[in-house]
């Protein structure tokens, strides 16, 4: 029951900790996250070599790729970011179908164990995560969502840590969907709907439960937890999970409104509110 | 002149009319001079175009003398090397839900910030700041208005630029805190030998720092910029 509980959470912590990256500390509203899940999945899954850690790399290619489309859309072609992130969203479900070919599309198996390789992903993913936050990149993504403008004012590149801070959440996301088909055993067109629901969801309990201002990966490990703990609980309970969006953001308005309530020094409600 | 920094031959046209014509501002090192004159009258436009920020502007010509260095006011990274501006809504130029000691650790940051390099916040700070009982620990949004001003003229300070253009630093301060970014500025010019240019409409504020020259700008009748 825990390693099925725990095969979860690891199979999204790639994705939790980019979108950290992204809706938290930077404040934009990366939509993109859904369609750098579904194509690092199509990209990896359907690139020729998959042998090693090859298909774990050009997932992360994939969303890089992603990524990059939309902060460049953004921060070269000035088109705000919400625009840019769901044209994005359009054109990479196209491109996803395009290179599928079909609706869905079988895995080979590994020869690893499935566990052992969320594992060492999970770790090192968490290990460059922890590194990355404490790093003048990883400050400066906090900075661009507490004051956007520091870095015109200071003659930093604010493209450069916007460009930054979305490929490596997206390259995260891309990594994510490709453990979640890895783990499925297929890729279909429809695995990226909804997530950023689940992202959001699991950084808001995050947030409750850490309730810090400092940029930490506490933050995005504690909600990932606490979201499929919850989800575990309420599906022992006799919940159905077809309700489960519904009550996602339910529980989203609710731990927001609270949080809002019982705002304090340590715990600023901001535009995004992740 | 080797003990000063001089700005010479300013010419900017705005919409092909004449804004500034030879504008020359000579300023002597490790002194708090200042530009006065009415709203309107271009002092905000001439630091912009000294600090190397020509966003609006197309052919500025001039030339800025650091000692044996002759910059002109087209190379905008040798100048924004040299010169930096604390803008007048100093906000801008905070994170401030950091502290005060992050906030200076961040001058570190090159213009493509490292995701290799770690961040260090053993920041070195000046014995001046003991004076002025600043927390340093506290996110800079708690702190009052002077001492985020404070921050501000020390985070520019530690770019070690050669010369500091503040943009009405104490506009929307009460008096006690004005005074207190003016003891400040002395202090930190005299500890460190800075040069400072401070647009200030506070005459009577002003005077008892200013320790250079009191640089007037106005308009002419043509609509071009003179200063005196």
């Known amino acids: ?274 | 002149m080797k003990d000063s920094i001089c700005v010479e031959n300013v010419h900017l046209f705005m919409n092909r009319a004449p804004f500034f014509q030879n504008v020359r501002l000579c300023m002597k090192k490790g002194c708090l001079h200042s530009l006065t004159g009415k709203n309107g009258s271009g002092k905000s436009t001439l630091l912009s175009i000294l600090k190397g920020d020509h966003t609006n502007f197309s052919n500025v010509q001039g030339v800025v003398s650091f000692a044996e260095h002759r910059i002109s006011l087209t190379m905008f990274k040798e100048l924004q090397k040299r010169i930096i501006l604390v803008p007048q809504k100093y906000d801008l130029f905070l994170a401030d839900q950091f502290s005060f000691r992050e906030n200076l650790s961040f001058m570190d940051f090159g213009t493509y910030p490292s995701p290799l390099k770690q961040m260090k916040t053993g920041v070195v700070l000046p014995k001046v700041l003991e004076r002025f009982d600043i927390d340093i620990d506290r996110p800079v949004r708690l702190l009052s208005g002077g001492q985020r001003q404070i921050l501000s003229l020390l985070m520019a300070i530690q770019k070690n630029p050669e010369l500091i253009l503040l943009d009405e630093p104490t506009a929307s301060l009460d008096p006690i805190n004005a005074k207190m970014v003016f003891e400040f500025l002395m202090a930190i010019i005299d500890e460190k030998n800075l040069t400072c240019l401070v647009v200030c409409h506070d005459e009577e504020l002003l005077q008892p720092f200013r320790t250079g020259s009191d640089f007037r700008i106005s308009v002419l009748k043509c609509g071009a910029r003179h200063v005196e």
Do not use: W
């Open chain 1, 1 to 274: 029951m825990i390693e099925s509980l725990l095969h979860q959470i690891l199979l999204y912590v790639p994705l939790i900790l980019g979108a950290y990256f992204s809706l938290s500390l930077m404040k934009v509203p990366d939509l993109s996250l859904e369609s750098a899940y579904l194509f690092g999945a199509v990209f990896s899954a359907t690139f020729p070599c998959q042998q090693g850690v090859t298909p774990f790399l050009i997932a992360l290619l994939g969303g890089a790729v992603v990524g990059l489309t939309s902060s460049m859309l953004n921060k070269i072609g000035n088109i705000p970011f919400l625009l840019a992130a769901i044209l994005t969203n359009g054109l990479f479900h196209g491109i996803s179908q395009i290179l599928l070919g079909k609706a869905m599309f079988s895995l080979s198996a590994t020869t690893q164990s499935e566990f052992f390789i969320l594992c060492v992903v999970s770790i090192v993913v968490l290990l460059v995560g922890f590194f990355l936050l404490k790093s003048h990149l990883g400050y400066s993504l906090a900075i661009y969502g507490n004051n956007p403008h520091f870095f015109k004012q200071h003659a930093v590149s604010d493209r450069y840590v916007v460009i930054g801070g979305i490929v490596i959440a997206n390259s995260l996301a891309g990594l994510s969907g490709y453990l979640f088909c890895l783990s499925n055993g297929f890729v279909d067109l429809t695995i990226g709907f909804g997530i950023i629901l689940l992202c959001i969801t699991a950084l808001v309990l995050g947030r409750a439960i850490v309730r810090t201002n400092k940029q930490t990966i506490l933050c995005p490990i504690t909600g990932v937890c606490a979201y499929f703990v919850l989800q575990d609980f309420l599906v022992r309970t006799g919940f159905s999970l077809k309700y489960f969006n519904a009550f996602q953001a339910l529980l989203v308005l609710g731990t927001l409104i609270l949080l809002r309530k019982k705002q304090s020094q340590t715990l600023l409600a901001d535009h995004l509110g992740v």
